[in-house]
C-alpha cells in the first residue's frame, strides 16, 4: 500500500486549520457567610457592580456591595443550600430575562422562568433586566389617550400612553381593581399588558389571574409575580424584568405596552431589608440614602417613543399603599415626586360604597386633557365636572348643618348627587369612552335631574343599551370622530331627552 504525501499533507493543514484550543479560565471566590437572600464573598476582586455570579450549585446572585475585603451579593433563588466555604464564580455577565410575544399570556416569576405549568417560555431573544431610560431626543410629548375604561378617571384625571400615573391609598380600598380594570379594557386598544405582583400572596395573585383569564385578557397579559413568599431579592428586581419584557416589545415590535407594578412600596421594604443585612446606612424611616433612585430609575423608563424610534409607548401604573391616609410618608411623596399625576383612594368614600373610591381633590394627572379625546373634554361632560363635584362637595358640608337651602342650591345638590351616583362603577365592567361620554353629558346637561336616586344606575343601563340599539348609526360615527361639535351636542341631547321621557313614563327598553 503506498501513501501519497500531498494527500496526507493537505489532510494534516485541514485538521490544524480547523483546531481551536479554548482555556475556561474563571474568577473563582469563596463564601464567607450566607443567609436571609444576602451573601458575603471574599476573593473576586474583579467583579463588577451587578455583575451575575454562580454557587458551585447553580444557584445565581447578583453583586450588590463592593468592600475592600469582599463583596456583598444577593442570593436570586434558594440560600438554603448554601452554605460557608462553598466556591462561586464570575459569569461576566449582567442580569437578564426572557422577552417576546412568547410570554404573552403566561405566568413567569421574576427571572422569567414560567411557574403556570404550561412548559418552556418560547422566548425571541434575552434583554437585559437594568436599561437607561431614553433621552429627552428620544421621547415625544404624551398626546394619545390611554383609555381605563373608568368613568372618574377618563373624565377627570386621564391617563395618556407613555404617562407614569401612581395609584395610591390605604390598603383594600380598590387600587389592584383599577389596575385590573384597565387591563381588562385594552382588549380591543392592542396594547401588551403586564402586571407586576410584588410581596403579595399566592392566592391573591391566583385570584387576579383568574379574572384576567375570565374576562379574556390573559391572551395579551404577562403576569410577573415575585409573592410574599419569594426571597427579598426576587421582589426587589421584579418591577425592573416586568419592565424589561414591556421595553422589548416597544423598542423591537412598536407596540403600545402598560406595566401596572402592584405594589412598589413591598419593593422598598426588600431593598430596605437588603441594604440593612449588607450594613448600608439607614436614612429616614431605615429606608437607604438611594431609596430614591430606586423607583427613579424604573419609572423614568416610561416613555412616549420619538418617530424616528417607532413611536411605541410604555404607560406605567404603580401602586403604593399608604398607612393610615399618611402621603406625606418617606416612599409615598418619593413617587409621587417622579410620577405624572396621582389616583388617591380614600377608605371613607370606599365605606361609603362610592366606588371606585377616587378623592377628586387631590389626584390629578399632569397631562390633563392632552390625553382626552375632543368630546370628553367638552364643557358639557369632563370640561366642568371638578369643578362642580368639588361644589357639591362644599355644599353638602354645608347642607349637614341642617340650614335650609333656597330652590337653586338645593337643585345644585340634587345634580351633584346624581353625578356621583353616574361615576360610580362595578368592577370588571370598563366602559368604551364614548359611552362615558354620553352618560356624563346626560347629567351635566340636567336630564337626570328628575330621576330618583335609587334608579340612576338603570338610567345609565337602559340609555346606553337605548343607544346602541336605536342610534347605531349616530353611535357609530360617533365612535369614529368623537368630537360633539354643535350638530353631535344637539343630536345627543334629543336623545337623551327623547329616552328620559320614555324612562320617567316607564316605557324604555330593558338592557336585560
Known sequence: MRFNPEEITSVIRKELEQFESSVDVSEVGTVLEVGDGIARIYGLEKAAAGEMLEFENGVRAQVFNLEAGSIGAVVLGDDKELHEGMTI??????????????????????????????????????????????????????????????????????????????????????????????????????????????????????????????????????????????????????????????????????????????DLSKQAVAYRQLSLLLRRPPGREAYPGDVFYLHSRLLERSVKLSDELGAGSLTALPIIETQEGEVSAYIPTNVISITDGQIYLQPDLFRANIRPAIDVGISVSRVGGAAQVKAMKHKKVAGGLRLNLAAFRELEAFAQLGTDLDATTQSQLDRGQRMVEILKQPQFRPMHVVDQIAIIFAAASGHLDKVALNKVADYEARLLTYLADNHAPFKEKFVANPVLDDENEAELDRICAQFTEAFLEGKAPDPR
Open 89 to 262: 464564580r464570575r459569569t461576566g455577565q449582567l442580569l437578564d430575562v426572557p422577552v417576546g410575544h412568547g410570554l404573552l399570556g403566561r405566568v413567569v416569576d421574576a427571572l422569567g422562568n414560567p411557574i403556570d405549568g404550561k412548559g418552556p417560555i418560547e422566548a425571541e431573544t434575552r434583554r437585559p433586566v437594568e436599561m437607561i431610560a431614553p433621552g429627552i431626543a428620544g421621547r415625544q410629548p404624551v398626546t394619545e389617550p390611554l383609555q381605563t375604561g373608568i368613568k372618574a378617571i377618563d373624565s377627570m384625571t386621564p391617563i395618556g400612553r407613555g404617562q407614569r400615573e401612581l395609584i395610591i391609598g390605604d390598603r383594600k380600598t380598590g387600587k389592584t381593581a383599577i389596575g385590573v380594570d384597565t387591563i381588562i379594557n385594552q382588549k380591543s386598544e392592542n396594547v401588551h399588558c403586564f402586571y407586576v405582583a410584588i410581596g403579595q400572596k399566592d392566592s391573591t395573585v391566583a385570584g387576579v389571574v383568574a379574572d384576567l383569564r375570565k374576562a379574556g385578557a390573559m391572551d395579551y397579559t404577562t403576569v410577573v409575580v415575585a409573592s410574599a413568599a419569594a426571597p427579598a431579592p426576587l421582589q426587589y428586581i421584579a418591577p425592573y424584568a416586568g419592565c424589561a419584557m414591556a421595553e422589548h416589545l416597544m423598542y423591537n415590535h412598536k407596540a403600545h405596552t402598560l406595566v401596572v407594578y402592584d
